[in-house]
């Protein structure tokens, strides 16, 4: 479903209902105009409606005035670390520039360029992406890494001390493994009539026995009685 507001970067509309837009990114050192600006009228001549540079250095940003008033098309300049570069690259007449907030040093350092880009009516794109975020959100986001799976295994006419000792064979192995990517799995054992074999009675155990390895909690194996059988989870 189209967007029911649209902005206007450079005189392209994005958004409530226009047609998608092309834009793309030049591979440039963004402070070689003329290397930089060849790339854009490329693109241009390839259909390209607006195009990105990176500006992570203070001579890319002398540069922005330049590829600006040169370039066919509308220039988006993109920002990672430095709200300095951000507020000379509103000043340099950019049609829109591209923060990260997670990386551009600080709340006050968002407001200052959010308030510049408001005075001067420049849009802005706020990305943000694991590649780009400060070391210890990036550390922490890469221990919290998991691989998630649920699978359920069914024994009928098992005894609930056997279904049991599976269930603790199943938690050991996850606990040890060693692929050293973190994993995160619910394992449910369940036990039932040895003649309970229609499709929604298996089902059922193997929801149960889901049900009761996710309550349980991290790292540990844990039972429950019901009516008509165990249900035991790892």
Do not use: W
Not at 43 to 70: N, Q, T, W, Y
Not at 77 to 91: K, P, Q, T, V
Not at 202 to 224: I, M, N
């Amino acid at each position: 479903m189209a967007s029911e507001r649209s902005v206007t970067v450079g005189g392209v509309q994005i958004g409530g209902g226009a047609p998608p837009v092309v834009q793309s990114m030049t591979l440039t050192k963004t402070h070689d105009v003329e290397a930089t600006t060849a790339q854009i009228a490329a693109l241009a001549s390839a259909g390209c409606e607006i195009v990105r540079v990176a500006v992570p250095k203070s001579e890319d940003a002398d540069a922005l005035p330049r590829i600006v008033r040169f370039s066919p098309i509308p220039v988006i300049a993109d920002i990672h670390f430095n709200a300095s570069l951000a507020l000379r690259a509103i000043e340099a007449g950019v049609a829109a520039v591209r923060i990260n907030p997670g990386n551009i040093g600080g709340a006050d350092k968002v407001e200052q360029v959010v308030r510049a880009a408001k005075a001067k009516g420049t849009p802005m794109r706020i990305g943000a992406n694991s590649g780009s975020l400060p070391k210890h959100l990036a550390d922490l986001a890469q221990e919290d890494l998991a691989i998630g799976e649920e699978f359920a295994v069914l024994l009928p006419a098992t005894s609930s001390a056997v279904a049991a000792h599976v269930a603790e064979r199943l938690r050991a192995a996850i606990a040890h493994a060693s692929d050293p990517t973190s994993v995160t799995a619910s394992a449910g054992v369940a036990t039932m009539p040895a003649n309970a074999v229609d499709g929604s009675t298996l089902v059922a155990a193997a929801d149960e026995a889901l049900y009761v390895a996710k309550r349980g909690g991290r790292d540990r194996s844990c039972q429950s009685s019901r009516r008509g059988g165990v249900r035991l989870s790892a």
